[in-house]
């Protein structure tokens, strides 16, 4: 007699054979690799390491990581210095070139790694224009003109591919840029009109070129803006930059970077209720702010995944490596680069 459970059983026991012969045919059976680690198509992200904005913990991170899986095929890293930091690792044990490097953001060094063959690529921001734009439409909101602002109250600063062809136009482009914040910053800054502060995430060289722009605006629009640095890149430290600015008599608006969005929706919100205030660089979509200006991380991140390929078209085993995952432009440049990965379609 034709038994349906026993065939249901058997059926059931074929498929879970199946997915046993086609995870240890993509690596997952590697036990050395922690329950973290993402299969994406041909690629196995083994890890995302932070470093909670710390140069020595992630040459550490990079040195651990050389140590534990011997065998990696490439290191992405999703903040400025994230890189230079792999680069210094992998000079220390003579691996430079031997293990493929994908960045984000313009350091100097990656710009250097990328000309003497050691970094494949990186996705750049334009931090000048972060500075530049902020202070522009800071002006605008306080001076009561329009600005369209999209539906999703983001406005989009387009980001590059930077590779080996294209480098040196680049940071050509980048010290002239340094050149015009320069001599905005040597020329006397205004004594009078709107005034507005520029507050960034943590003390890191990508932040100069912002502060040419704020500096440059300053000169073009007529206005005093202020650049504050949480120097320990803490959100508390942030928090108390913010209680401090909007008890200064005068103060118009300000444009931040969140460190924790989720976590400083309250102090965000009491900042919005006595200033006009933007976000640029990361976003902190639950507050009050009035829209976001800067990078479309997760595109970004879908670039970095796009170079990926490019230096690994066969696959391979990857780390990422960030500075904190709290922060919302990290949680979207990582999820772009695993969706790239997987060859997510992207949504309309």
């Not at 800071?138 to 602002?149: H, N, P, Q, R, Y």
């Not at 960030?322 to 992207?346: W, Y």
């Amino acid at each position: 007699m034709y038994n349906r459970s026993i065939d249901f059983r058997l059926s059931l026991l074929w498929t879970m054979s199946l997915y046993l012969i086609i995870s240890l045919s993509i690596g997952c059976s590697d036990s050395s690799l922690p329950d973290t680690a993402i299969t994406a198509g041909k690629y196995i992200i083994i890890d995302t390491r932070t470093d909670q904005g710390d140069r020595a913990t992630a040459k550490k991170n990079a040195e651990n990581t050389l140590k534990k899986y011997p065998d990696i095929d490439a290191m992405v890293g999703l903040w400025a210095y994230n890189v230079p930091q792999c680069l210094e690792a992998l000079k220390d044990v003579d691996k430079q070139g031997k293990i493929k490097l994908i960045s984000f953001d313009e350091d100097e060094l990656t710009l250097q790694g990328i000309k003497d063959g050691y970094v494949h690529g990186t996705v750049v921001q334009q931090p000048y224009e972060f500075g530049y734009q902020s202070v522009k439409y800071l002006k605008t909101l306080v001076e009561g003109e329009a600005v369209e602002i999209p539906d999703g109250k983001q406005l989009d600063i387009p980001t590059k591919v930077i590779k080996k062809d294209n480098v040196d136009d680049f940071w050509a482009n980048l010290k002239s840029l340094q050149q015009l914040g320069e001599t905005a910053k040597n020329t006397p800054r205004p004594t009078e009109g709107d005034y507005f502060a520029f507050v960034v995430n943590l003390p890191d060289p990508f932040w100069n070129y912002a502060r040419a722009g704020c500096y440059k605006a300053e000169q073009d629009f007529k206005v005093i803006c202020d650049f504050k640095i949480p120097h320990d890149g803490s959100s508390a430290e942030q928090n108390r930059i913010l209680e401090t600015l909007i008890q200064k008599e005068g103060l118009a608006g300000i444009a931040v970077s969140p460190l924790d969005p989720k976590n400083q929706t309250e102090i965000l919100n009491k900042v919005a209720a006595k200033v006009k205030l933007i976000c640029h660089d990361s976003d902190a979509p639950e507050s009050n702010r009035l829209f976001y200006l800067g990078t479309n991380n997760y595109s970004g991140g879908r670039q970095v995944g796009k170079l990926v390929k490019e230096a690994l078209p066969e696959g391979g085993k990857i780390m990422i490596f960030v500075g904190k995952m709290d922060v919302l432009n990290a949680q979207q440049r990582r999820q772009g680069v695993i969706d790239e990965l997987m060859d997510k379609p992207l949504s309309q």
